[in-house]
Every structure is written in structure tokens, then in C-alpha cells.
Nanobody
Framework: QVDVVESGGGSVQTGGSLRLSCVASGSAAGSNVMGWFRQAPGQEREWVTT?????????RYADSVRGRFTISRDNARKMVYLQMDSLKPEDSAKYYCAATWWWSSYLPQGPDDFDYWGQGTQVTVSS
């Protein structure tokens, strides 16, 4: 059973846009926080953004994507979307959606903080 599923990756030129989608279901449906990470070949998994998917909005972004990426949510459907604009070659990576139940108002950003992971979707930005 796959509890977190991403979609929407692809290839784009520098300056282009892509939109990723993610849905949490099954065991992950009880999560109140969802986020995105990315991992390029030979590099560690890098946090991108986290948002609450229940109650009031609360969102954090990594400095590397703030102002270019926007996470939005559909709380009822336990879905999040990552709108990626002004893409750069260094944004190329496999993007993973993650979900968890989080007890603090300070949103998580470490991979170990998340319990449920998708299988990832590839984003490639060419120069």
C-alpha cells in the first residue's frame, strides 16, 4: 500500500514552471503536516517546504526556493501542490512528498520528522 503519491514532474527549461501534486491516503490520511523534499544524485535529501494541512495555514520554505516556489493545500482531500516558478538547473532533483502528525507549531523540516513518504517524481531543468 502506497500512502503518499506524487505526480507532475517533468522536464522544463530554465525560467519555466512546473506544478507537483501529492495526496496522502491510507495510514497517512491522519497527518496534519505535509512537505516536500528533493534529492539530486550524490547529494543528501534537502528540505524544500512544509505546510499544515489542518486548521490555520502555517508554511515554511527553504531559503533556496522562497519567492519562487509556492505550496498550497486542499485540507479536505489531504492534498498539497507545489507550484515551482523561475526554475533553475540547480532545482533539478527527484522531489519527494512527505506527511506526518506533528505536535508543535514550529513546522518540521528534517527527513526524520516525517513518517510517510512518496516514491518521488523527477524534475529536470535544462539550461
Amino acid at each position: 500500500q502506497v500512502d503518499v503519491v506524487e505526480s507532475g514532474g517533468g522536464s522544463v527549461q530554465t525560467g519555466g514552471s512546473l506544478r507537483l501534486s501529492c495526496v496522502a491516503s491510507g495510514s497517512a490520511a491522519g497527518s496534519n503536516v505535509m512537505g516536500w523534499f528533493r534529492q539530486a544524485p550524490g547529494q543528501e535529501r534537502e528540505w524544500v517546504t512544509t505546510t499544515k494541512v489542518t486548521g490555520d495555514s502555517n508554511t515554511r520554505y527553504a531559503d533556496s526556493v522562497r519567492g519562487r516556489f509556492t505550496i498550497s493545500r486542499d485540507n479536505a482531500r489531504k492534498m498539497v501542490y507545489l507550484q515551482m516558478d523561475s526554475l533553475k538547473p540547480e532545482d533539478s532533483a527527484k522531489y519527494y512528498c512527505a506527511a506526518t502528525w506533528w505536535w508543535s507549531s514550529y513546522l518540521p523540516q528534517g527527513p526524520d520528522d516525517f513518517d510517510y513518504w512518496g516514491q518521488g517524481t523527477q524534475v529536470t531543468v535544462s539550461s
